[in-house]
């Protein structure tokens, strides 16, 4: 193998290795660079080496990382994120001038009642499919929560659930329509709508990858009421 070819194969190679951690992040959110180590295989030094590379070129920021209770001595380890800029790389905001042109003409030409007619039914279709996918899930709300994230996921939601203190949490690590709906909220609430419906509870929305969060984060009570059609969804900013 010549010089030349030697450096391209190495070259891919990191590329392909780059994309693999940029998966990663995109479906679990906030992770240690010893958590991406240990699920590539890799080094603490070669995962090290394309963090850093990352950072450089702005796909992802890094973070201390949030310890509940006492910690050891030292300082908190770091999570790395996905920047906006590693989002759109990852080629998550297709069409997203031509969307958003569209809600501005359906919201001049009919009102915001109008764009919300349309979120509705934009979400009505990705309803139906997981509503099939959760036939055998029981009525159980947080094992609803898990089934409905294993068919986000096979959306490409990267989805994840799991059980808290006060109930369930539902993440959404990936938002196929973020840049719109920060202009057009109607497209979050309806998809609230609907996991309020899947899970068959009334549930929260606490945070948005449109509102600037790094994930979407639904809260789903221990011990909620049923979700009435009139209105399903509470939404509470926790970030403020």
């Not at 994840?160 to 959404?172: H, K």
């Amino acid at each position: 193998m010549t010089t030349s070819a030697a450096l391209g194969a190495a070259t891919a190679a990191e590329i392909s290795t780059r994309d693999r951690v940029t998966q990663l992040l995109l479906e679990r959110g906030a992770t240690t660079a010893a958590q991406l180590g240990a699920a590539l295989g890799l080094s603490p030094a070669a995962i090290r080496r394309h963090l850093d590379a990352m950072l450089a070129e702005g796909d992802v920021y890094a973070r201390e990382q949030s310890v509940q209770g006492s910690r050891g001595r030292g300082r908190p380890a770091k999570v790395f994120m996905l920047t906006e800029a590693g989002r759109v790389r990852c080629g998550t905001h297709h069409y997203d001038n031509m969307a958003t042109a569209a809600l501005r003409w359906i919201a001049r030409s009919g009102g915001s009642d109008a764009v919300e007619a349309f979120a509705t039914e934009q979400v009505s279709a990705l309803e139906s499919r997981c509503r099939a996918a959760m036939e055998d899930a029981g009525d159980d709300p947080l094992a609803r929560a898990e089934a409905l994230a294993a068919a986000l996921t096979a959306e490409g939601y990267a989805a994840n659930a799991t059980t808290i203190a006060s109930g369930g949490q539902l993440c959404q690590h990936h938002c196929p329509v973020a840049h719109v709906a920060a202009e057009f909220p109607q497209l979050c609430e309806a998809e609230t709508a609907v996991i309020s419906r899947l899970v068959g509870t009334h549930v929260q929305r606490l945070a948005t990858i449109a509102h600037g969060d790094g994930v979407c984060t639904t809260h789903i009570p221990s011990q909620p009421g049923r979700a009435q059609s009139g209105n399903p969804v509470t939404t509470v900013r926790t970030d403020r």
